[in-house]
């Protein structure tokens, strides 16, 4: 069952609806005017709010997939490569590219995050060379 609470309330109150949304699993909409504006609960309780197509940089290799979310800086992603081996690539930044006439589109610039993901960015073939 989802609790509604007035955003002006509820920010004297956050540590208390967050301790509620742990303890009882319960989700509470934050509302502006009547109008759900945020929700806090459980990880697992919130969902999404739709999917995003991003294109993730890393390196000299671009790859373009949909997400669930917008990822954050900081976050890893595991990528598997064609022979079957994960790299790990950190968030470094996330770039919006607007422009007229076209779809936006968001790019994740990232950076290798472990000694091996770095040792295959550097060793992976340059596009004249594949």
Known sequence: ME??????????????????????GQVTALTRH??????????????????????LWRGDDDQVCVLPALP?????????????DEDHWLVTNIQWDLRPNEEPSVNV???PADDY?????ANRPTPNEK
């Open 3 to 24: 609790m509604s609470l007035g955003i002006e309330a509820a920010r004297a109150r956050l540590g208390d609806i967050a301790d509620h949304a742990r303890t009882t």
């Open 34 to 55: 009547g109008r759900t504006v945020a929700v806090i609960g459980p990880a697992h309780a919130v969902q999404p709010a739709g999917s995003v197509k991003v294109t």
């Open 72 to 84: 954050r800086i900081g976050e890893t992603f595991v990528v598997e490569t064609s022979n079957g």
């Open 109 to 111: 610039l990232c950076d």
């Open 117 to 121: 993901s770095a040792w295959v960015a």
